[in-house]
């Protein structure tokens, strides 16, 4: 097969749905399939053609106004009109390289249309639920036309059926996890008497990470909180560390490879992932593969759907006024279960990108 994948950012980006793409493209080569992903890069820092792996990669500039939305280049349309391939598979409606992605299939319509939403119901702020009001119109006629959409839990199952009650069939498809290099990763060397707190993501409001910041002052000296990742709500998230006083404790890493990301998940003694809303709490099965116990919020959409799958290595957090004393308590429950026990096996990317293939053959 000729595949060509259409998604708002490709690896070395770090996140959720670049991820997906990257792993799932890398499987499909093995497999002596073609594959080429087309993606932005807002840095113009990467090479705008390359091959990766096998995968064949094109980047094109895009404006990314809190690094979101990504509307790319005219370019990219320009080239898509060119492709020519079986499936495409576009991930993430909530970005404008969906819209131009649709809009080529519209014109050429020379392959198969597959569609991962991602989709979360709303936007995250109140601006983005006003431009959702226009956007979600756009978002039904991409999916109209879809031929089949994939989505990573029942939960956003559930919610693009009462949205759009799309006429193809939709597909409950997990994300996967690097299981292997989880489990082999060495975990860094720090004092036993230090407890280690992390969460690995986007920097966004509604994500709270300020609410396990703030935890903090409920916690021993010794309790220390590692943020990996970047976003528009780090500036935020700093002024309320400084004003806490927090800086010897709270630590931003930034972006870190993969290979370091799963050093971190075991050496945390907690994993947070308190999130308003995710499709999946994917980064909670990666730290369960790292023996590493989790306190999640339920309130997540498809977060509740993860804490189901693994009741007892997952911890429940709800955000509410009282949330900040509470969460420390549990914290410290939390920090005394390493090292947790619990199958993950299921969510190996081999199994998740033969089913995602499958698919593939399937809408063929």
């Not at 890398?26 to 705008?48: A, G, I």
């Not at 993969?258 to 999130?275: E, G, M, N, P, Q």
């Not at 509470?326 to 026990?341: M, N």
Request: proline content about 5%; overall charge neutral; hydrophobic content about 40%.
């Amino acid at each position: 097969m000729k595949i060509l994948q259409v998604c708002p950012r490709y690896s070395p980006y770090m996140g959720g749905v670049e991820r997906v793409v990257k792993n799932v493209a890398e499987y499909l080569v093995k497999q002596n399939h073609q594959v080429t992903v087309y993606s932005t890069d807002p840095s113009k820092r990467l090479p705008e053609v390359r091959t990766v792996k096998g995968v064949n990669v094109r980047r094109y500039f895009a404006l990314a106004p809190n690094e979101n939305y990504h509307l790319p280049h005219p370019k990219m349309l320009m080239h898509l009109l060119g492709e020519q391939c079986d499936v495409t598979h576009i991930h993430s409606v909530h970005d404008l390289t969906a819209l131009t992605a649709h809009m080529s299939h519209k014109l050429s319509a020379n392959s198969a249309l597959v569609i991962s939403p991602y989709y979360h119901g709303k936007g995250h702020t109140r601006l983005t639920q006003v431009l959702w009001i226009t956007y979600r119109s756009v978002v039904r006629e991409i999916l109209k036309d879809a031929n089949a959409i994939i989505v990573n839990s029942k939960a956003e199952k559930d919610v693009i059926d009462r949205a759009f009650r799309p006429s193809c069939q939709t597909f409950v498809v997990y994300d996967g996890i690097s299981l292997n290099e989880i489990k082999n990763a060495e975990p860094f060397t720090f004092n036993a008497e230090n407890k280690i707190l992390l969460y690995v993501g986007r920097l966004e409001r509604y994500k709270n990470i300020h609410v396990a910041i703030s935890s903090l002052k409920f916690l021993p000296e010794n309790y220390q909180f590692y943020i990996i990742g970047s976003g528009p709500f780090k500036p935020f998230l700093q002024d309320l560390v400084g004003s806490n006083g927090l800086w010897k404790r709270v630590h931003f890493l930034g972006f870190q490879p993969d290979v370091d990301v799963y050093r971190w998940l075991k050496t945390a003694d907690v994993f947070l992932l308190l999130s308003e809303v995710e499709s999946f709490g994917m980064t909670c099965i990666e730290s369960l593969a790292a023996s590493t116990p989790v306190i999640a919020n339920d309130d997540g959409l498809g977060l509740s759907e993860t804490i189901s799958l693994y009741p007892d290595q997952i911890m429940v957090h709800k955000i509410d006024e009282e949330s900040e004393s509470r969460l420390a308590k549990l914290i410290i429950e939390a920090a005394e279960l390493k090292p947790v026990r619990a199958d993950v096996s299921r969510f190996a990317w081999d199994k998740i990108a033969r089913s995602i293939c499958e698919v593939y053959l399937q809408v063929l």
